[in-house]
């Protein structure tokens, strides 16, 4: 009886632990709390310095940091919406906005950055894709 009893204790440490490493696993690779969201058919590769995904459907909030301190670059945002809605916002490094855009259709943006740039995707049952790429980085501060 002690032995089984022991047994049934083992499995749900073990099984506890396994959640648990299974959702810090989640949080580190970007799907935790700040990046809640469904997605189907999503495929999506994220840089140091552009970030892009397509997919058959997202619905929720994606974030993703891109560029590098003391970095001027021109950003290059390309959005093509079949269906649903998207927004995307940026912000610098203080905070700032710089840009912000709701539901967004099939469009082009091009502006200049600086510094690194916090993006976040917003999107309410959106099939298309998006992607977001910094070009000509040149340095601002210490060349």
């Given at each position: 009886m002690?032995?089984?009893?022991?047994?049934?204790?083992?499995?749900i440490?073990?099984i506890?632990s396994i959640?648990?490493a299974?959702?810090f696993?989640?949080?580190?690779?970007?799907n935790?709390p700040?990046?809640?969201s469904?997605?189907?058919?999503?495929?999506?590769?994220?840089?140091?310095d552009?970030w892009?995904?397509?997919y058959q459907?997202?619905?929720g909030v994606?974030r993703?940091?891109?560029g590098?301190?003391?970095i001027?670059s021109?950003?290059?945002?390309?959005v093509?919406?079949?269906?649903?809605n998207?927004c995307?916002?940026?912000?610098?490094?203080?905070?700032?906005?710089v840009?912000?855009?709701?539901?967004i259709?099939t469009?082009?943006?091009?502006?200049?950055?600086?510094?690194?740039?916090?993006?976040c995707v917003?999107?309410?049952k959106?099939k298309?894709s998006?992607?977001?790429?910094?070009?000509?980085n040149?340095?601002?501060?210490g060349s």
């Amino acid at each position: 009886m002690k032995r089984e009893k022991w047994n049934n204790l083992h499995s749900i440490f073990f099984i506890f632990s396994i959640l648990i490493a299974l959702f810090f696993i989640g949080i580190s690779s970007g799907n935790g709390p700040m990046n809640a969201s469904v997605r189907i058919g999503y495929v999506s590769h994220r840089k140091w310095d552009s970030w892009s995904a397509r997919y058959q459907m997202l619905s929720g909030v994606q974030r993703h940091a891109i560029g590098q301190d003391d970095i001027a670059s021109i950003l290059d945002v390309q959005v093509v919406t079949e269906s649903g809605n998207i927004c995307i916002e940026m912000n610098d490094e203080d905070g700032n906005v710089v840009f912000k855009q709701d539901a967004i259709e099939t469009s082009a943006f091009t502006f200049n950055v600086s510094g690194k740039i916090s993006i976040c995707v917003n999107a309410n049952k959106h099939k298309g894709s998006f992607n977001i790429v910094l070009k000509g980085n040149e340095r601002t501060i210490g060349s």
